[in-house]
């Protein structure tokens, strides 16, 4: 990890930035409305920045949700993104430990969509007890994962309820 690199929370200066960054990093999905809705809308998110020499070098959004039926209180990562030629260099996963610590007392578990390979580095492991909001391609059932926050005690399971910014079939299919 570079010594420069900050990590802080978003601010509303950050969104045109932000903008550039996600192009740059999805050059073949547009993923900045969906990031600008959720920063926008009235569900909680813990969105966080990585700042190398005053430019954004990735991005993390965690949104609130719950699991019904029983309302357990967890979170939904995503997007993640690390600027090109910052990319392998630990800002992703420093911006995912980070939002960890930010929701550690707020929320019991986070949900992620997204290669196993990644971030089964981080403790999230396929999880099947837990529908997705939208329908998934069978072959990416192991992408759909969680990780515990809190110790465990309570099983989840359910259907995962987010915010309407989320409720998109397109981004959980492709
Ligand atoms: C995926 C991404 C966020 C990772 O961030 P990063 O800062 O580059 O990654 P880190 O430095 O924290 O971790 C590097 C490790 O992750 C692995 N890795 C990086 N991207 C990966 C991917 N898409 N799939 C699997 N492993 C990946 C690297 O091989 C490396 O492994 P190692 O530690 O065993 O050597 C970043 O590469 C990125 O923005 N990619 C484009 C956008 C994207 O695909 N986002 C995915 C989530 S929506």
Request: net charge negative; proline share 9%.
């Amino acid at each position: 990890m570079t010594p420069e690199i900050e990590f802080r929370c978003t601010e509303t200066r950050d969104l045109e930035p932000l903008r550039q960054l996600y192009v740059d990093a999805f050059p073949d999905e547009d993923l900045f409305p969906l990031v600008s809705s959720l920063l926008g809308g009235t569900a909680p998110v813990t969105s966080l920045v990585a700042v190398s020499g005053g430019a954004l070098a990735g991005h993390v959004i965690f949104t609130r949700c719950t699991v019904e039926p029983g309302d357990f209180g967890v979170a939904l990562l995503g997007p993640l993104c690390v600027t090109p030629e910052l990319q392998q260099s630990g800002i992703g996963s420093a911006l995912v430990r980070s939002g960890f610590d930010h929701l550690k007392t707020a929320v019991g578990c986070v949900f992620v969509l997204g290669d196993p390979k990644y971030y089964a580095r981080f403790g999230f492991k396929p999880d099947h007890l837990v529908e997705t909001p939208c329908p998934i391609p069978s072959e990416w059932k192991d992408a759909w994962q969680s990780v515990r926050l809190d110790d465990g005690s309570t099983v989840i399971t359910g259907r995962l309820i987010v915010p309407d910014a989320w409720n998109d079939p397109s981004l959980w299919s492709d």
